[in-house]
């Protein structure tokens, strides 16, 4: 009984171990928008009214957020763990500006207790992006106004 139980454990741990047959890694950060028509020139720096207070579309290393009219995608450094679940953001800087290199103090509660060390974390802005939300709309949109026109050929 003991060996069959050590040889199917060995069997699983190896399975586990086995590579999928795809050594490529997904994109990550900017490189995931890369042909995204959203995506727009790098930008330098943010300035904002307050604090951010409208954002979104956040993953490990980017999200979008919004000042004013203007929409932007910010790439962290590495990977920021509570970012994707993130309720609260600040600027680490005290101009009220975003740059490359700034801090972005991210929490996954809206009440960080010092007994749950994870929920905040200082991101580190790696780069900032012009965001365009209305791009991918308007794509789909004229895909779908082709494809009608398309089906409209086809019945006449």
């Excluded at 801090?103 to 007994?115: A, F, T």
């Excluded at 580190?124 to 089906?151: F, G, N, Y």
Aim: glycine share 6%.
């Amino acid at each position: 009984m003991r060996p069959s139980l050590t040889l199917a454990s060995t069997l699983l741990i190896l399975t586990g171990c086995a590579s999928t047959g795809s050594s490529e890694r997904e994109p990550a950060g900017i490189a995931k928008y890369a042909d995204d028509p959203r995506l727009g020139e790098e930008v330098n720096r943010i300035c904002f009214a307050s604090n951010i207070d409208s954002f979104g579309n956040n993953t490990r290393d980017t999200f979008t957020v919004r000042e004013g009219r203007d929409h932007y995608l910010i790439e962290v450094f590495g990977t920021c763990a509570p970012l994707e679940h993130a309720v609260t953001m600040k600027i680490g800087a005290s101009t009220g500006c975003l740059t490359n290199g700034d801090r972005i103090i991210v929490s996954d509660s809206l009440m960080p207790r010092r007994d749950q060390p994870f929920s905040t974390a200082r991101c580190v802005v790696k780069s900032m992006h012009k965001w365009d939300p209305k791009a991918e709309k308007t794509q789909d949109e004229s895909d779908t106004d082709s494809a009608d026109s398309d089906d409209a050929s086809e019945e006449s």
